[in-house]
Every structure is written in structure tokens, then in C-alpha cells.
């Protein structure tokens, strides 16, 4: 132990920081002044949190000296037994979740813009998500317990963890889950096919056939850049890829290189033409049909912009249809993530991608962890650090940690003309290779599908932009990932369908239909329904590159 400490230590001291930040310290001090001065001009409404807040502290010690039971908060951080049954736990955990909630409502009477106001609620967020009863040994009663069952071992080792990651120079928290649990081509990102062409961009992967008639139109899945393609093909039991094989659909899939230095020039546009449209193009040479595409996240976004392109230049039938899962296509409200697209940290960011050409995936998990920091970060905190218990193996949570960079010139673009100024939002706000880019002008049939737990793109904004470009819609449960991953033979999360496409997403939410389990089979449906439904002889593979997965999603 001692051996592993000393050499935990001295790795951690011979390593660096960088001293260039991807973000503006300066606009996060003005942000958090100029809200404190706004809340400053509202004394009444100050005295008026005061009061409701000492009338509720009031009430909350009456009803805890008399053993006042109430119900148990949907909170993961609390699920042990002790939390609910034992006064002392629940007296901690009460106090913290009421001043939790009472310092929430003092920000939200702040005023300012939408990114100053998510920067306050965020940095409120992560403070209070730090000072959680449940992340201390001394007030949370699962480490309590564990620590008399080991006689603290259980710390020792802990801190030896803490100190080990620390020193690989990475940061806390690298093991959420056993990193050895799976392997890519064998366990994970299995289901048989081959990549069939690759360009500097992407490799295309088709995936042999298992039924011995397939639907005429075959499928092409764009992913995101920030993650691997394989969010769709993970064990084969939750695997999206292998289902719609088994499904009788011909599947091919674009992974994405993991750029380099030699990438840096790469933006939008030619994601866009060198990728999507370039994949297109080859989906219809090897099936002589045009294809239904469907993209996840940032992949539906640039889908939107390709239909766009495609359009502006006669060629709108070479897709027959998109489908596009979480995906935003206006900007205007993006929750928590407007705290990032402040102009301050737009212009560090650029000056931080210049000098290496590329966003490292590591920063980009950082950043999706802190935005939820109780499942990514102080969960692993607890259970790496404090009860010593060994990382689960989790497909998804691997896929996560299996991150991708993304090139200096995309994500200027993105950042500023997408994010910042909603350039999608306005005809011809945006261009791509000269043309403008007019979302308005998109006549492919499309199908939205919004996930209501999303962290990442808020269900109603999904939805706003799917009634903006004429969209059919659907609402599925859970988040932003795992919404996503969910096998009909699960029967887990449900989703919501109606006509009816009133302005308010709410609105059309209360006259929404509940199903229960998976909208894959309803999807799948959509499909048929937008195609010929005349099936053809399955489409062999005989001319591939190399087996799936490919050189490309190997790539570190």
C-alpha cells in the first residue's frame, strides 16, 4: 500500500496542467457579480424568500423533534434504507434537500441574460451537488456501515484510489465502470458486417443481413462526434443495430475518424458534404435506393443541414427519409448549456483549440459529466473513494468513456454560428460550401423523437424545432442516452404519441397518448409507412474493407 501511494504520488507531482483554461474565469466572476447585483435591486422580493425560508425551517424542526415521517424524495443519492428509517440520516438529508431547494429559489428570482442566469444555477448546482450529505463518510450511512465491516480499510484504500488517479494526470473519477469488461468487435460493437469504404472523414459500415428479405430502403445512421457510432450497437441484447438486422432492414452506419492536429480545418460544411452527403451517395450506389436516415444529437443536426443542401440544390430525393433523436435544430433554449455560449468563452475556447487543433474527448466528458454531476462524478466518488467497491461493467457507461475529439474549425463554427447565434433558425442564416442553408425548405418526410429525461436537449425545445420544419413526433422516456438504448424485449420507459401539434410542448403533452415499453416498433412502423413496403433479396456484403467495427472506432 505504502509502495502504491509513493508512486501514485510522484507521478502526480511530475505531471502538468495546462495553463491555457477552454473556458473565461473572468466571465464566470462577472457573471456571478452582475446577478448578485440584480438580486441586490429586489430587497422586497428578498424579504420574502427570508420570510417563507425561516417559517419552513421552522416547520421542518417542529416536525423533526416530534418524528415526523414524510415521503421519501425520488433521489438516488438516498436510496439506502437508513436515510428514510433512521431520524439522524433523515434529519441530515431533509436540512439539506430544504436548503438545497431554498437557495435555487433565490437564484431564479435573479434577472440577466440566459447565459449569466444558467451560469449562476450551474455554479449554484455544482456546489450544492458537492456538499451532498451523501458524499461524506462521517453522514452517509452506507459508508458508515462499510467502514466498521473492513475496520476503515475501506478508506485506505479509497484514499489510495483518489491519490492513483490524481496522478495519471486525467482527474478524479476515472472508473465508472470496469474498462476491461468489454472489447470492441467481440463483446461490444458485434453485430457482423463490414466496412465497405472509408474517406478521411468516415468509414461506412454495412451489416450482413440475417433474414432473407429486406425492406427496399436501406438505413444510414449518423452519430454525433463527440462519441463513437456504437451508442446503437452495444451488447448484442441492447443492441439498435442488430435488432433492425434481425428486423429484415439493410443497416449501414457512419463512423467517424477521431481527428487529429491534421483535421484542425474541418468545419461544419465539411461534415456535412464530405460526410453525410458523401455517405448518402454511397448507400445508393450499393443499393440502387435512396435511404431513410437517422441521426442522434449533433448528428441530426448536420442530417437537418444536409436535407437542407440537398435541397437548395435539386437533389432532395436522394433521401427518402430522417429521422432525428434527441436533436436540436433551434438554439433558443438550451437550458443548462447556455451557461457555456457566452461570448467570454467562446474567444478562450478558440485561443485554447488553436495551438492543438482539435477539443480532447477527455474535456468534453468533463463537461457532460459536470452537467450531471450526481450520476457521472460524485456516485463514482462514493463508491471508488469512500466504499472501495470495484466499477460495475456497464455497456453505455463504457461507450461514454469511449469519447471522440472534435476538430478546432467545427466546433468555432458550431459554437458560434449554431449555439450562439442560432444561425439555423433564420433562412439562409447559415451556408454550407456557399449554399444557404434554409430548414424551411427541407420536403423529406421527418420524424423527431425527443427523450423526456434529456439533459442535454430539453424534450420541449426538441419539440418546438419539430413542429418549426413540419416534423411528426414522438416523446420517449428516460434520458439522453439511454432513452435511446431500449429493446423492445425490456419493456422499460414508454413513450407518448398524439396528431395534435399545439405551440406549447406541454399542451401537446397533456393530450399525448402513454404507451408502455420501447417506440422502436413504432418507428420501424413510421418507416414502413413512408416506403415502398415492397421487401427485396437480402444484400450481401462482397466487397468490404475489413470487419466491423473497423480501423476508425479503434482509434485513440
Known amino acids: 500500500m505504502a509502495k502504491q501511494l509513493n508512486d501514485a504520488a510522484e507521478k502526480m507531482m511530475a505531471g502538468g496542467v495546462k495553463p491555457a483554461l477552454p473556458f473565461d474565469p473572468f466571465a464566470i466572476a462577472q457573471a456571478t457579480g452582475e446577478f448578485a447585483f440584480g438580486l441586490a435591486m429586489r430587497p422586497a422580493e428578498l424579504m420574502e424568500v427570508q420570510l417563507a425560508a425561516a417559517k419552513q425551517w421552522g416547520d421542518f424542526w417542529t416536525g423533526t423533534m416530534a418524528g415526523t415521517i414524510g415521503e421519501k424524495p425520488r ?48 455554479l449554484l448546482d455544482q456546489y ?6 451523501s458524499n ?9 456501515k462499510r ?14 484510489h483518489l491519490i492513483e488517479d490524481i496522478g495519471s494526470g486525467k482527474g478524479i473519477v ?3 465502470t470496469d474498462p476491461t469488461a468489454f472489447e470492441k468487435g467481440k463483446t461490444i460493437a458485434a453485430t457482423p458486417g463490414e466496412v465497405v469504404f472509408e474517406n478521411e472523414l468516415f468509414q461506412l459500415i454495412q451489416y450482413t443481413p440475417t433474414t432473407a428479405k429486406v425492406a427496399a430502403e436501406p438505413l444510414l445512421y449518423v452519430p454525433p462526434l463527440v462519441n463513437r457510432y456504437y451508442m446503437i450497437d452495444l451488447v448484442p441484447r441492447q443492441s439498435l443495430v442488430k435488432w433492425l ?19 484542425k480545418h474541418k468545419g461544419v460544411g465539411e461534415y456535412v458534404l464530405e460526410g453525410i452527403v458523401e455517405a448518402i451517395g454511397e448507400v445508393r450506389t450499393r443499393t440502387g435506393t435512396s435511404p431513410d436516415l437517422f441521426a442522434f444529437c449533433l448528428g441530426g443536426t448536420l442530417v437537418a443541414i444536409a436535407l437542407a443542401w440537398l435541397a437548395a440544390e435539386s437533389r432532395a430525393d436522394e433521401v ?4 432525428l433523436i434527441g436533436s436540436l435544430v433551434d438554439f433558443a433554449d438550451m437550458r443548462d448549456w447556455s451557461a457555456f455560449v457566452h461570448e467570454g468563452h467562446l474567444a478562450a475556447l478558440e485561443d485554447y483549440l488553436e495551438g492543438q487543433g482539435f477539443i480532447d474527448s477527455l474535456e468534453l466528458q468533463r463537461l457532460f459529466a459536470a452537467m450531471r454531476a450526481n450520476d457521472l462524478i460524485w456516485s463514482s466518488v462514493v463508491n471508488h473513494y469512500l466504499l472501495d467497491r470495484p466499477a460495475p461493467p456497464s455497456d453505455l457507461l463504457y461507450w461514454f468513456e469511449d469519447g471522440a475529439r472534435i476538430p478546432a474549425a467545427f466546433l468555432k463554427s458550431y459554437n458560434r454560428d449554431l449555439l450562439l447565434n442560432n444561425r439555423l433558425k433564420e433562412p439562409a442564416g447559415f451556408e454550407v460550401g456557399g449554399v444557404p442553408i434554409d430548414l424551411g425548405a427541407i420536403k423529406t418526410p421527418m420524424l423527431v423523437i425527443a427523450l423526456k429525461d434529456d439533459h442535454v436537449s430539453a424534450w420541449e425545445a426538441v419539440y418546438r424545432g419539430a413542429r418549426d420544419i413540419g416534423a411528426d413526433f414522438i416523446l420517449g422516456g428516460s434520458g439522453h442516452n439511454a432513452g435511446v438504448i431500449n429493446p423492445p424485449a425490456a419493456n422499460k420507459h414508454g413513450f407518448w404519441t398524439s396528431e395534435g401539434r399545439p405551440a406549447d410542448a406541454k399542451a401537446w403533452l397533456e393530450s399525448a397518448t402513454r404507451h408502455e415499453g420501447s417506440w422502436w416498433p413504432t418507428w420501424t412502423n413510421w418507416l414502413t409507412d413512408h416506403g415502398s413496403k415492397k421487401p427485396v433479396p437480402a444484400r450481401a456484403i462482397k466487397d468490404g474493407i475489413e470487419p466491423a467495427p473497423g480501423r476508425y472506432v479503434m482509434m485513440k
Open 320 to 323: 427518402n427519409s430522417a429521422t
Open 174 to 176: 476515472q472508473r465508472r
Open 245 to 263: 438486422v434481425d428486423e429484415g432492414r439493410t443497416v449501414f452506419v457512419v463512423s467517424w475518424v477521431n481527428p487529429s492536429e491534421k483535421h
Open 128 to 133: 450544492l451537488n458537492a456538499l451532498s450529505p
Open 147 to 160: 467502514t466498521k465491516e473492513t475496520n476503515g480499510a475501506n478508506l485506505v484504500q479509497g484514499f489510495a
Open 75 to 122: 433521489d438516488r443519492r438516498f436510496a439506502a434504507p437508513e436515510w428514510q428509517d433512521d431520524a439522524y440520516y433523515r434529519a441530515i438529508r431533509d436540512a439539506y434537500l430544504l436548503a438545497s431547494r431554498q437557495l435555487r429559489e433565490v437564484v431564479s428570482l435573479g434577472e440577466g441574460n440566459a447565459s449569466t442566469t444558467a451560469m449562476a444555477s450551474f
Open 136 to 144: 461524506f463518510a462521517a453522514t452517509n450511512p452506507e459508508v458508515v
